[in-house]
């Protein structure tokens, strides 16, 4: 149990639909994260929200889409993905201060078909 | 850009001891994080290492030279318990800014 929690664990959906990720942590921390982690590849990091605030996009495509309604609470909207964003997606958190870890969800599988 | 390095798979005995090495090009430079990751399950974090040294945990060690661009995870005791993926990450900024390199897959045989 690491404090931060992902559902679902698993989602598969079509390139038309529309479905959210959603992340919840429990350990009082005021920043959280969105990464993808694909086979092979570095984790990516793709949204960073401090106290509710996003302060970092990385340059990721408009078809996923962040709300961050409170410090606990992230989730990622998604529509008309593609066959290429199938992935692990993790949430994480952290304090905000230079030498603090993140915790990690679980992650969520996505596959689009 | 940002160049994290890190070898794609190892191999080691139980009981043995192995290094798994990490080189970084960032701009700038705050700290470097070690993740460990087992298949299906949230990374965890193991070491943090801002200073040029080695700060240890247990079993566990971490080695950081800044002026090489360059840290080590040492695992000594190995137990098939530690077969995971081993993640290095830097931290270019003061803080809320990561990169990851693509990860060490250990594989630890009796």
């Known amino acids: 149990e690491t404090g931060v929690t992902q559902t679902p664990r698993h989602l598969v959906m079509g390139m038309t639909n529309k479905k959210s990720l959603k992340c919840e942590q429990h350990?009082?921390?005021?920043?959280m994260y969105w990464y993808k982690q694909s086979a092979k590849k570095p984790l990516e990091l793709m949204f960073v929200?401090?106290?509710?605030?996003?302060?970092e996009n990385n340059s990721v495509p408009s078809r996923f889409s962040p709300e961050c309604p409170n410090s606990s609470h992230l989730f990622l909207h998604l529509h008309t993905l593609q066959p290429e964003d199938s992935a692990l997606y993790l949430c994480?958190?952290?304090?905000?201060?230079?030498?603090?870890?993140?915790?990690f969800g679980d992650g969520t599988r996505l596959s689009i078909l | 850009g940002q160049n994290i390095d890190q070898p794609t798979e190892m191999t080691a005995t139980e009981g043995a001891i192995v290094q798994i090495n990490c080189t970084y090009q960032?701009?700038?430079?705050?700290?470097l994080f070690w993740y460990q990751q087992h298949a299906g399950e949230a990374p965890t974090f193991l070491s943090y290492?801002?200073?040029?040294g080695l700060e240890e945990k247990g079993r566990f060690s971490s080695f950081l030279s800044r002026s090489k661009g360059y840290s080590y995870l040492l695992l000594k005791e190995l137990q098939m318990k530690d077969s995971a993926s081993y993640l290095c990450a830097v931290s270019p900024k003061a803080f809320n800014k990561f990169y990851f390199g693509s990860g060490t897959k250990l594989n630890v045989k009796p």
């Open positions: 350990l009082g921390h005021n920043a």
């Open positions: 290492n801002v200073l040029d």
């Open positions: 994480a958190s952290s304090q905000e201060s230079p030498n603090q870890p993140q915790h």
């Open positions: 960032t701009s700038g430079f705050n700290g």
């Open positions: 929200y401090n106290f509710k605030e996003q302060t």
